[in-house]
């Protein structure tokens, strides 16, 4: 998250870990801009202070002077990082803005700009309860959004959902079947703590046969 509170640190990291594979976390929701936008002032995207007013854009209607200011504040993210000598190997984005239909032309821009092809899918399986299964509108937007990211050239996993819905049950259909999946988690974060030592206890090894651990830079369907 290239406007982060932990961004230089991250990026310091990023350069010590060539094993590892990094994308660019997108955020239009949080922190403070790195490409300050009357444009989003003036909708109330961003406060008084200059800061993210968090899931008030996806409330917006889109423009031609919005999706520009998108396109502004997302290229400057992505020039942060290139230019501590990270080279990212996919986008993904902070409460799945990404994932916003009338975004994804603007994301799709980003990606031509910085060549990257591949782009975090959006999420297709859920826990297994009665009362946690997305609505048939919802799934077939989804379905529709994957279609349209696909047209345009982005290669995106099979699968993608959570660590914890994973590890409840790794074997489901939807995962036993699936050639590449991505995880979801949020090791460090409040709220998250049992993941998070779930992580630092098992490592590599959080992934059960016969999964086999890889990053984006490795495979990707």
């Known amino acids: 998250m290239a406007n982060g509170q932990a961004s230089e640190e991250a990026l310091v990291l990023a350069t010590r870990l060539p094993q590892a594979s990094f994308g660019v976390h997108l955020n ?7 490409h300050p936008s009357q444009v989003m002032k003036s909708l109330g995207v961003i406060d008084a202070d200059d800061l993210f007013r968090g899931n008030e854009f996806r409330k917006l209607h889109p423009s ?3 999706m520009q200011a998108c396109f502004d504040e997302l290229d400057q993210q992505l020039q942060a990082v290139y230019s501590k000598g990270v080279r990212p190997s996919h986008l993904d984005s902070h ?12 994301i799709f821009s980003i990606q031509r700009k910085f060549k990257i092809s591949k782009l975090r899918t959006t999420m297709n399986v859920y826990s297994s309860g009665p009362f946690d299964q997305p609505s048939r509108k919802l799934l077939a937007a989804k379905r529709i959004w994957q279609i349209a ?5 982005f290669k995106m996993t099979q699968r993608f959902t959570s660590l914890q819905i994973f590890s409840d049950d790794s074997m489901r259909p939807e995962f036993a079947a699936a050639q ?23 490592g590599p090894e959080v992934l059960p046969s016969p999964y086999e651990l890889v990053n984006y830079n490795q495979y990707l369907s």
Not at 28 to 34: G, I
Not at 185 to 196: A, W
């Open 95 to 106: 409460h799945h803005i990404h994932t916003i239909p009338w975004l994804l032309p603007v």
């Open 149 to 153: 990211a696909r047209s345009m050239g």
């Open 180 to 202: 590449s999946i991505e995880l979801m988690c949020h090791p460090g974060q409040q709220g998250f703590e049992i993941e998070t030592e779930h992580l630092l206890s098992r």
């Open 64 to 66: 031609p002077k919005l």
């Open 28 to 34: 239009l929701t949080e922190f403070r801009p790195l």
